[in-house]
């Protein structure tokens, strides 16, 4: 068992607000906790009279929160707060079961969120349990999110992540239980026999390193057995009914949701939720996203160093010597500070959107490579087959260091609010590769004492070289800042092994893991040679980076951000190998556990105020064309849009369904040919007076390449809440547009 911790310092905030801000930037990333170990373990062969090796499910569900005036997850900037909606956040669950024994199966939830949250995880798995006794538990549902950074934020129950979105954010957390539920019930109800097949292939110029200095750290005999600073591999599982046909895709692949930036006010999946709508879209070209039978998952690796801005951190310094030069290699500045350091992705002279795109589409070619290329069927040649599955909830782990025997508990660091090297511009003062212990303001060194405890000379120096700032993981008013307990979860399908992680491991961190629990498999005899092994994450719950030492000893943001202290990754590594023996088919027992952490969502804050009133200005009503289409013909490639007289989505999130409309006028009728799950289309919602209850909402489209000719429309659907009475929905179309 293995006790972990984290430490941080830092520079001046002007006032209490920025201390937060700068807290929450420099955890961001998450907040910790460890525990909850489930083993579990497919093992299955041919059934008689079951074509299918497996009983396989698969489903969607619509996860989007209040796409406005609340804050997205992943940033932790204040200023970025929702204004409409790019695309809408899914949840995609794949259930293998045992044909012999079909209560015995592991669900695996790919959620467009940020990261996974203990709280929402126990909400899905109740909802769950109650539906389908016996069935569902904590034991076999895995919750991993593709770690986008343009989804809606304040659902995750700690008080850490809460600060920029003002707390918890209720509407938030219902919508990705409720769409995840939903994903799973639609797997659940379209079980059926089928077969699993694997491949992987390398995908180039999707990701890079944004942290190099601190890779080259590492030892040079260990980095010399790899091609590059980042893993280029995508591993793909196949899911195929007992015919051979594909209903879909679970992929593998590490880079960052950080294709769009932190300027970005409009809810999307990022790069992982456009690659899944290429691919669904790809094969069901005429059904609408979020409705098609064959369901692709792009699930997130060991992400914790790399970066889909691939054309690296370049200094935008309009004016200044360093403008449009490479930041400091180390410390990510432009003329000694940090905020002109910016990221650049493949297509950023065009929009991050563009960039967006392109990283999208690079994994959707990779795991189409794969899906069409030879693959591997999983399944061991045993007499007995059968599902093994053990939990311990909230596990506590404890890592004692033989030679300095000390544990850790968590903190924040110096350089933490310091920018992501290739993704966001920093705050403040902070900078990466800063390990000082020296205070570098009096004023951070009064507030850290008054806001959490002074840390004790052991914790200091369980961290060293990191500094402490704010002593968070003590921190427990007016609730937990940070979970203290986390799931930690391994799923086997024949050969085939999955760590569910609860952070963000590094490149070599990844590596490093991966090899540990592949050789305990094989010298256990488990598995031969051909055992397989992914990481996925961050699942279940958020405890932030995991680095290798020498990582660590640089200071850059992954390091620093590693909060349980230099011997995170061995920690891991002693748990994830110690499982190994739950993973037989003839295993019994089970691991030991801490109690399951306490519910903190029934403590939780909130400051984020309700929709007031909306009201229409004097002479229009709800949904009444302000500005309207051009009547001059359009061309693929332009943009058309309309103005309409607006009410707050926050009223109703029309999950599962749209905001918007595409229309296509068809033999006198009009088709819906597009939505606001399209790459294609957006909207934007603008507060006009606060006062007077008014707003206005723009809808727009661009056209695409091949868009049949023909006479089109833009529709809008809202729903208005009057200061007396209730919610009530309108629409409203645009004047009809022709595309030649």
Known sequence: MVSLSFHT???????????????????????????GVVRLNVVSCSQNGVKGQYLLGLGIGDVTGPVVETNLMGYASLDQVGTGLHMRQRSRAFIVAEPSAPNQRVVFINADIGMGDTGVRRSIIQQLSSQFPGVYSKDNVAFVAT????????????????????????????????????????????????????????????????????????????????Q????????????????????????????????????????????KGMAAY???????????????????????SNVGDTSPNTLGPICQSPGKAWDGQPCDANQSTCGGTVQDCRGRGPGFRISDYESNRIIGELQFRGAQTVMSGPLSALRLAQRNCGLHLSSCDGLRLRWRNHVIGRSCSFHIATCLPAPRTVTAPGALDFVQGDNTTDPQNPFWEIVKGAVTPVPSSEQKRCHEPKPILLN???????????????DVQMLR???????????????????????????????????????YVVVAGPANAYAHYVTTREEYAVQRYEGASTIFGPFTLEAYIDKYTSLVPFLGDTASGTP?????????????????????????????????????????????????????????????????????????????QWRTVRSDSHPSTTYQWKRVNTITGTSTVTISWTIESGTP??????????????????ISAFSGVSASFTVA
């Open 9 to 35: 310092s830092s520079s001046v905030p002007l006032d209490f607000v920025d201390l937060l801000q700068s807290l929450y930037n420099a955890m961001w990333n998450g907040a910790p906790h460890f525990g």
């Open 147 to 226: 770690h986008s950074h343009a989804g809606v934020g304040g659902y995750v129950e700690n008080l850490l992540p809460q600060i920029t979105s003002l707390g918890y954010v209720k509407q938030t957390a219902d919508a990705i239980v409720a769409g995840t539920v939903r994903a799973v019930q639609r797997a659940h109800a379209n079980l059926a026999p089928g077969n699993l097949r694997l491949g992987n292939t390398t995908v180039l110029d999707a990701n890079i390193n944004r942290s190099p200095t601190a890779y080259l750290a590492n030892p040079a005999a260990e980095r010399a057995k790899y």
């Open 228 to 271: 590059y600073d980042v893993d280029k591999d995508m591993t793909v599982l196949r899911f195929d009914d007992a015919n051979g046909n594909a209903r879909g895709l679970l992929s593998f692949f590490a880079v960052h949701g950080t294709s769009l930036y932190n300027n970005n006010t409009l809810v999307s999946g990022d790069n």
């Open 278 to 300: 290429l691919y669904e879209n790809s094969v069901e070209p005429n059904t609408m996203p979020g409705n098609t039978s064959f369901v692709a998952g792009f699930t997130q």
């Open 472 to 486: 968070t993981g003590a921190a427990h008013l007016p609730y937990e800042w940070a979970p203290n307990r986390v």
């Open 493 to 531: 399908v024949g050969n085939f092994v999955m760590l569910i992680m609860p952070g963000e491991l590094t490149t070599m961190a990844g590596r490093r893991i991966r090899e540990a629990v592949r050789a305990k498999l094989i010298s256990t005899g488990l598995i031969g040679s051909n055992a």
């Open 592 to 668: 030991p556990s801490d109690p399951a952490p306490e519910d903190q969502t029934k403590k939780a804050i909130s400051l984020q105020t309700g929709v007031v009133f909306d009201a229409a200005p004097i002479g229009k009503k709800f949904g009444d064309v302000l500005v309207n289409v051009n009547t001059t013909p359009y061309r693929a490639g332009d943009k058309v849009s309309a103005q309409f007289v607006g009410a707050n989505p926050r009223n109703n999130l029309r999950l599962e369904g749209t905001f918007l409309t595409v229309d296509r006028l068809e033999n006198g």
């Open 709 to 726: 000719a023909g006479t089109y429309r833009l529709s809008y659907f809202g729903d208005s809440k009057p200061f007396i009475g209730r």
